[in-house]
């Protein structure tokens, strides 16, 4: 089955700064990449997600990157604010019919002001 | 819009015993997930429901986990008897239509603590 890799598994940077999160797949066939940032106590929500015949998607200050050819993928965050520290997780699928998603361990990242 | 609601938001029971969690997903949902989220790991599916259908739970412990979900609305997750290892965020998510690039919406989880 998938298994994907999340590094670093923490990650604290300064205010205005940038954040970036990676993570690897096994799966060949995995075409769906979805990201989820996670607050305390709350369930995961998607932020950004990005499909295989992209490869770069820009959402605001958030963008994702994909290296099919490597099988790696990316979380870029921009001019990091204090709201932005939460755990995020990436997460791979096959993207076609009832494929279920993968997700990787998390990132726990902290924006200090 | 309101979002998927869980309950109870937190559960501390014995190892041994038998213990419940209910999900009412996003209204017009027609897919139920539910996830297990131990402590420093990514969410695990456990078992996948299209309408009141199961179409995925081939990492549901069926000797000890069972899930429905009636009338392809809200769904209970059962746990009996629970062991140690058990302890961790079972959280419930819906989507509308179930296809693999869906988005997702989860709800707030259920902390269950197996002393």
Known sequence: GENVEQHPSTLSVQEGDSAVIKCTYSDSASNYFPWYKQELGKGPQLIIDIRSNVGEKKDQRIAVTLNKTAKHFSLHITETQPEDSAVYFCAASRGSGYSTLTFGKGTMLLVSP | ?115
């Open chain 2, 1 to 115: 819009e309101a979002g998927v609601a869980q309950s109870p938001r937190y559960k501390i029971i014995e190892k041994r015993q038998s213990v419940a969690f209910w999900c009412n997903p996003i209204s017009g949902h027609a897919t139920l997930y539910w996830y297990q989220q131990i402590l420093g790991q990514g969410p695990k599916l456990l078992i996948q429901f299209q309408n009141n259908g199961v179409v995925d739970d081939s990492q549901l412990p069926k000797d000890r986990f069972s899930a429905e979900r009636l009338k392809g609305v809200d769904s209970t997750l059962k746990i009996q008897p629970a062991k140690l290892e058990d302890s961790a965020v079972y959280l419930c998510a819906s989507s509308l239509k179930g296809g693999s690039t869906d988005t997702q919406y989860f709800g707030p989880g259920t902390r269950l603590t197996v002393l």
